[in-house]
């Protein structure tokens, strides 16, 4: 059973070009979170949303609560973009344990 | 920008042995995670820690697994018997509340690499 859904799993852009990544989660939810995956491994946690909308540079998240529904949008997307997005939910009753998604793996070429 | 520590990046181990991975959280945070990804799965919830306790497992975390916060600094995760599948990426992460610290949420650690042999 997936908690959590994202799309598409893989996405190849050309640079400058603007980026969707979608999340939807089958769940209540008590914040969404989205994070980034470098090549490397390491893990950085890029927005919290419990509602609304959040913006950080050229990052931009939005959730529908009632839609059960999460989009990570990166505006005039760049190489060092490249990495795997990942959407993560913390539940209403237990608010502190994740499920996270499968990740969506961006490539912008130059 | 404060960070999240954990060492060894890399730790190679016979099947069997006992494993301790370290992880330094901030300073002031006060909720400590220890997540896991095997190579090319998704990232799954091992267990929460505030005040001196487990707040939350998942059924991964079994009695293999143990966490130790021993000096008010470190944040142990220790493996009594590795076994194969317990090959995976092993993420530390802290936050100083639950709805996350003011605007990013929970800061992870780089991971150490398991591999078990």
């Known amino acids: 059973k997936n908690e959590v859904e994202q799309s598409p799993q893989n996405l190849t852009a050309q640079e400058g070009e603007f980026i969707t990544i979608n999340c939807s989660y089958s769940?209540?939810?008590?914040?969404l979170h989205w994070l980034q995956q470098h090549p490397g491994g390491g893990i950085v946690s890029l927005f919290m949303l419990s509602s609304g909308k959040k913006k950080h540079g050229r990052l931009i998240a939005t959730i529908n609560i009632q839609e059960k529904h999460s989009s990570l949008h990166i505006t005039a997307s760049h190489p060092r973009d490249s990495a795997v997005y990942i959407c993560a939910v913390s539940l209403m009753n237990t608010g502190n344990q994740f499920y996270f998604g499968t990740g969506t793996s961006l490539t912008v070429i130059p | 920008e404060p960070e999240v520590t954990q060492t060894p990046s890399h730790q190679v181990t016979q099947m069997g042995q006992e494993v301790i991975l370290r992880c330094v959280p901030i300073s002031n945070h006060l909720y400590f995670y220890w997540y896991r990804q095997i190579l090319g799965q998704k990232v799954e919830f091992l267990v929460s820690f505030y005040n001196n306790e487990i707040s939350e497992k998942s059924e991964i975390f079994d009695d293999q697994f143990s966490v130790e916060r021993p000096d008010g600094s470190n944040f142990t995760l220790k493996i009594r018997s590795t076994k194969l599948e317990d090959s995976a990426m092993y993420f530390c992460?802290?936050?100083?509340?639950?709805?996350?610290?003011?605007?990013?949420?929970?800061?992870f650690g780089s991971g150490t690499r398991l591999t078990v042999v």
């Open positions: 992460a802290s936050t100083d509340s639950l709805q996350g610290s003011r605007n990013y949420g929970y800061t």
């Open positions: 769940v209540g939810i008590s914040a």
